[in-house]
T-cell receptor
Framework: AQSVTQLDSHVSVSEGTPVLLRCNYS??????LFWYVQHPNKGLQLLLK??????LVKGINGFEAEFKKSETSFHLTKPSAHMSDAAEYFC???????????FGSGTKLNVKP | GAVVSQHPSWVICKSGTSVKIECRSL??????MFWYRQFPKQSLMLMAT?????????EQGVEKDKFLINHASLTLSTLTVTSAHPEDSSFYIC?????????????FGPGTRLTVL
C-alpha cells in the first residue's frame, strides 16, 4: 500500500529564509509523488510532481523537490520564503493507475515578517 | 487550462434536508472525477471515484446511500448529501482527471463548505 508521512505539522520561517517541508513515502513500486498547496478556504493547487523522470523537480513559485529513492523522501524546498507562501502544504502519493491519491497529514507553513 | 469549478462554494442547510454539490471541468473532458472530504485542520480523505456513465466506487466506510454521486456527462459530477446532519458539516472537494494522456494528474476544484445546523 502507498502512504506518505509529513514529518512536521507546523513549520515557521522568517521571510527571505529557506523553506524545507519534509515528506517520506512508502510504496510497493516506483511512486508518483506530488506537492499541493492549499491557502485558507481555497482548493488545492499543484506545486510540482515527480513521475519517474528527473529526480530534481522544479515547480511553480520557486519551489522544488528532490526524489531520493534511497531515503524514500520527497522533501519540498524553496530558497527564500515569501509572505504569500504561508499556507498548508500536502505531500501526495498516487497508486499505480493514478486512481487514488493518498494525502499526507499536511504541513502548515507560517512566514514571519 | 485544466480548471475545475464547484458550486456552491458554501452552503448552510437545516438538519434533515438534502444538499447537491456540482463539480464541473470547464475546459477539458473528465472521464473520472473524485470526491474528497476534509475536516477542519485535517487532510483530504477520498470518499468516492466516479466514472462517466457508470456507478461510483465508494471508499470503505462511506455510505453510498447518504452520499449520492452522479457523473452524467464528461464535464459534470454531482454529490448529493441526503438527510444531512451536523456531523456531515465539512469541506467537500472534487477533482477531475483529463481523459487525454497523461493521466497522472488530478485537477482540484475550489471546494464547497457545507454547514448543517
Amino acid at each position: 500500500a502507498q502512504s506518505v508521512t509529513q514529518l512536521d505539522s507546523h513549520v515557521s520561517v522568517s521571510e527571505g529564509t529557506p523553506v524545507l517541508l519534509r515528506c517520506n513515502y512508502s510504496s510497493s513500486y516506483s511512486p508518483s509523488l506530488f506537492w499541493y498547496v492549499q491557502h485558507p478556504n481555497k482548493g488545492l493547487q499543484l506545486l510540482l510532481k515527480y513521475t519517474s523522470a528527473a529526480t530534481l523537480v522544479k515547480g511553480i513559485n520557486g519551489f522544488e523537490a528532490e526524489f531520493k529513492k534511497s531515503e524514500t523522501s520527497f522533501h519540498l524546498t524553496k530558497p527564500s520564503a515569501h509572505m504569500s507562501d504561508a499556507a498548508e502544504y500536502f505531500c501526495v502519493v498516487s497508486d499505480r493507475n493514478f486512481n487514488k491519491f493518498y494525502f499526507g497529514s499536511g504541513t502548515k507553513l507560517n512566514v514571519k515578517p | 487550462g485544466a480548471v475545475v469549478s464547484q458550486h456552491p462554494s458554501w452552503v448552510i442547510c437545516k438538519s434533515g434536508t438534502s444538499v447537491k454539490i456540482e463539480c464541473r471541468s470547464l475546459d477539458f473532458q473528465a472521464t473520472t472525477m473524485f470526491w474528497y472530504r476534509q475536516f477542519p485542520k485535517q487532510s483530504l480523505m477520498l470518499m468516492a471515484t466516479s466514472n462517466e456513465g457508470s456507478k461510483a466506487t465508494y471508499e470503505q466506510g462511506v455510505e453510498k446511500d447518504k452520499f449520492l454521486i452522479n457523473h452524467a456527462s464528461l464535464t459534470l459530477s454531482t454529490l448529493t448529501v441526503t438527510s444531512a446532519h451536523p456531523e456531515d458539516s465539512s469541506f467537500y472537494i472534487c477533482s477531475a482527471r483529463d481523459k487525454r494522456e497523461p493521466y497522472n494528474e488530478q485537477f482540484f476544484g475550489p471546494g464547497t463548505r457545507l454547514t448543517v445546523l
